[in-house]
């Protein structure tokens, strides 16, 4: 295998691969192809994100940090239709992206539950064909991020902007990627084949509502940051089988969070101030080796915690991370069975009947 090939390969599938190496050189091999691999998505993001954050405002980096992640997932994954429609999806979904999460904050909580639980069955409807490949993970997370950090006035219009030159470039890669693929499937068969009856529908749908529900009790409690608690829920929610073990993922979740706490308080305290814009590179850099979910979570929270730290200070930042996840869990798990036992037995039924 070439060590180009090596670079393009999820880290999970190059550490099987050095399982499976009898040869010492050839597991340095794939060592060093996961070790690169994870600092050129490093340095891109910091290029790519400071790039159109300069551009267009630091108020909206999480909209550059969407983009970032939508072109990550484009490359790899389509939509299931011919170019032209996948093309268009792809405009669709960042007018939701760009208008919803917004729209939803203003409107208040019951329309904005109903905004954001249309808002996110269209964007998953349109962009995850194959739920598998885990393209409903990367959306939901850029509506959950966008969600919790939503601009007004001139800071809203820069957005539009960042959100077109984000809908090109991600069109140019989806484009090169994909414009041979599905030319005799268009959009229009997937609306017709839609049946609420179907496991990848449900999926969606309970994704759409569970999220939602979340940001509808987080609005009605008060509660601070809410979009970590959406985090935590969308994340046990989207695991797309047909057996999800969402206790095992709740327990993961719940010690990931405790750990990469306790990870940042080490390196906030042990860290001169001047280097603790580094803590956030440092989790991107640790992400490219990592294939446990627990461990992954870890390591989300060292760049979500130097952001909040700037906010709210280190002590205050712990506590509402451990505090939105545990309500972020609990919410995904107890939605999860009253989901299962009062739609999804319903739809079993209509399916047999």
Not at 70 to 95: N, P, S
Not at 141 to 156: E, K, R
Request: charged fraction near 15%.
């Amino acid at each position: 295998m070439k060590f180009y090939d090596i670079l393009q390969l999820d880290p999970q599938v190059n550490k099987n691969l050095m399982r499976k190496s009898t040869e010492g050189k050839e597991r340095f091999k794939h060592f060093s192809g996961m070790a690169l691999r994870s600092v050129l998505i490093v340095l891109f993001a910091i290029v790519f994100i400071s790039a159109l954050t300069s551009l267009f405002g630091s108020e909206n980096s999480p909209m550059a940090v969407a983009v970032f992640c939508i072109l990550l997932g484009v490359r790899f994954v389509d939509f299931g239709c011919r170019i032209q429609d996948g093309i268009l999806l792809l405009a669709m979904t960042f007018a939701l992206l760009l208008i919803s999460p917004v729209a939803a904050n203003i409107a208040g909580p019951l329309p904005g539950f109903l905004i954001n639980a249309v808002s996110l069955f269209l964007i998953l409807f349109f962009t995850c064909d194959r739920p598998e490949f885990g393209n409903g993970g990367l959306f939901s997370f850029a509506y959950i991020y966008l969600s919790g950090n939503p601009v007004y006035g001139d800071a809203f219009l820069q957005r539009c902007w960042l959100s077109v030159t984000g809908f090109l470039i991600c069109g140019l890669i989806y484009y090169s990627k994909h414009k041979d693929k599905h030319e005799n499937v268009c959009f229009l068969d997937t609306v017709r084949s839609f049946e609420l009856t179907l496991f990848k529908h449900q999926w969606m749908l309970k994704m759409s509502l569970g999220i939602s529900a979340v940001f509808l009790l987080g609005s009605v409690l008060g509660i601070e940051r809410c979009m970590w608690a959406g985090f935590a829920c969308g994340s046990l929610l989207s695991e797309y089988s047909l057996t999800p073990k969402i206790k095992q993922r709740m327990l993961q979740r719940i010690i990931g969070a405790a750990v990469g706490c306790l990870l940042f308080c080490m390196l906030f305290l042990m860290l001169p101030a001047e280097f603790h814009s580094l803590i956030g590179p440092l989790g991107g850099l640790c992400m490219g080796f990592c294939v446990d979910y627990k461990w992954k979570t870890a390591v989300n929270c060292l760049g979500a915690l130097m952001i909040a730290s700037n906010m709210y200070g280190l002590s205050y930042s712990v506590v509402l991370r451990l505090t939105d996840t545990l309500i972020g869990v609990v919410f995904a798990v107890c939605f999860f069975y009253v989901y299962e036992r009062v739609f999804t037995e319903k739809a079993r039924m209509a399916k047999r009947s």
